[in-house]
């Protein structure tokens, strides 16, 4: 359905901005993406929002009108709106043109087929959602099945972590649990658990990685609890020349991740 | 010398605020950082502060007063103040208890000493000062010499590309020139300059990387100018296994300098 929405005090304007916060998000199970190219990579990926917010300016865009088009077909709504009123919505005062309300998946480990990827990543107590975002991106590139969030990491639906993903979080899976869960259903099948680590370590280079291989990075200031990494099946180090002792989780994620890439396909 | 101020519209108390300014930081040659561990980083790379800033908490840290007798012994400020006129400062509800303003550094190309170091990073046009600071702290980790901004860059010395940094912005090497400039002096001596590329590009594991290496990426959303790949000595490309084509900028800069270490060290 297709419908005008002039009013800042629409209540659907008001749910809309409501998506802007995680306990919100969680009650409705949905989150709000914005931006033609994100939602053009959803699209493309198979994922059609429930709702198409879109700014009444006057240049029209060849993706827009398929979206709507596919949003329509599939009976979902497509609010019009002026742009003043999507600023409101998204927070930001230059908003894209455009934004969609998609439902959230299923982020349960019960959802992970383990054998359908060589590399998964996981990440434990990740506080940053640009993090995050960039983590569910760097998946998408070396081929991962998706990331499973260990403990109280930030919310992948957050506006910025689905912007810093760069549309992978619609291709990506996307797991949730705290970390005894974790261990016990990774335990229950194949899978050999790797951290990066400073202790009793080997280098990461030429380390026998062994798919499926599950990637874990700890907190971005206290790194992974002790413990987490004695339950590890591979401690690597990576090179550190400088005076730090530690990279940017993201960053580690991704050089390790490039690394059992390179090593399970030689 | 040291002086309590209880005043928010005290000058100093303005000055400060005005170098979360890039204009005025510019104008000034001062940036600031914030915390201790931050400033504590700076002291053991042997950078003092102009100026010291401390919330008058009760609970006095013993780095604190190190601190502060570092930069009493060096003729520095010491500015004793509130929580809340320090939260004004920094722009933070919850600030840190202490903020240090240091003079910026030569950021001339003339400062690059290039053959100290095996490898050297080169950003062109990032704009994110979260990815510039991650690119600094990736630097310090594989033993760059510094970074290198070509063309309009994010403000290496804003609050937070500081705090990205982790300190690295104390320990790393920092120039900023046009492109062309960049270029005449690159020519002028060694140097290997090295893009991650689609475009007529080798496998990034493998290539013959060289030292000094300059490792350049661009800007977050398009990448780098063709002229820019064209002029390079090797363009070397990284797996994409999913639907993305591109990697985080500064994910690009980790993966491909973490194999530059390991091609020089062999």
């Not at 959803?42 to 198409?52: I, K, N």
């Amino acid at each position: 359905m297709r419908r005008e929405i002039t009013g800042f005090s629409n209540p659907t304007v008001k749910w809309l901005r409501s998506l802007r916060d995680k306990k919100h998000r969680r009650r409705e199970g949905r989150f709000l993406a914005e931006g033609l190219r994100l939602l053009t990579d959803a699209y493309e990926s198979g994922r059609v929002p429930e709702m198409l917010v879109m700014a009444d300016t006057r240049d029209a865009h060849p993706l827009i009108a398929s979206l709507e088009e596919a949003v329509t077909a599939e009976g979902g709504d497509v609010v019009v709106t002026t742009p003043d009123i999507l600023a409101k919505i998204t927070g930001k005062d230059n908003p894209q043109a455009v934004a969609g309300v998609f439902a959230e998946f299923d982020t349960s480990l019960a959802a992970v087929r383990r054998g359908a990827a060589p590399i998964w990543l996981v990440a434990q107590a990740l506080r940053d959602p640009g993090n995050l975002g960039t983590m569910l991106r760097t998946g998408d590139a070396v081929g991962a099945g998706g990331l499973i969030l260990v403990d109280d990491c930030a919310d992948p639906f957050s506006a910025e972590a689905v912007r810093a993903s760069m549309g992978a979080v619609f291709t990506q899976g996307i797991a949730q649990a705290r970390w005894p869960d974790f261990l016990d259903w990774l335990r229950g099948g194949e899978g050999q658990l790797v951290a990066a680590s400073l202790r009793d370590a080997v280098p990461y280079r030429g380390a026998p990685y062994a798919a499926p291989c599950f990637v874990l990075v700890g907190n971005e200031s206290r790194g992974l609890p002790e413990d987490y990494e004695a339950a590890c099946d591979l401690r690597v180090t990576m090179p550190m020349r400088g005076r730090a002792d530690s990279l940017n989780a993201a960053v580690a994620a991704a050089v390790l991740s490039y690394e059992v890439l390179a090593a399970l396909e030689v």
